[in-house]
């Protein structure tokens, strides 16, 4: 059964930093593109960051130079590196493993950036 576990998401004043993680199992995690994708309230899932099963990273605009994405293949981990956070970076973040055609879901984890 595949399973992808977020955890790290808090509240944070603006300026601050988090880091975001996700345990993936019942995959061939290295075989996988792992991302991060967000949902603020009243808006569509956007990808914020993925890392390919190559180590290829690709950023949205919006976090380029703020937010780092990596993964522990040993681990069968990702993780999303959150700095300078703004309010406007407010979201649940979700967790994702994608491969071919076939995409996983996590159940999220609430980031919270107050002004």
């Known amino acids: 059964q595949v399973q992808l576990v977020e955890s790290g998401g808090a509240l944070v004043q603006g300026g601050g930093s988090l880091r975001l993680s996700c345990a993936a199992s019942?995959?061939?995690?290295?075989?996988?593109?792992m991302g991060w994708y967000r949902q603020a309230p009243g808006k569509q899932r956007e990808l914020v960051a993925d890392?390919?099963?190559?180590?290829?990273?690709n950023y949205a605009d919006s976090v380029k130079g703020r937010f780092t994405i990596s993964r522990d293949n040993a681990k069968n981990a990702v993780y999303l590196q959150m700095n300078s956070l703004k309010p406007e970076d407010t979201a649940v973040y979700y967790c994702?493993?994608?491969?071919?055609?076939?995409?996983?879901w996590g159940q999220g984890t609430q980031v919270t950036v107050s002004s």
């Open positions: 994702n493993a994608k491969i071919a055609a076939r995409s996983r």
């Open positions: 019942g995959i061939i995690f290295q075989m996988y593109t």
């Open positions: 890392i390919s099963s190559g180590g290829t990273t």
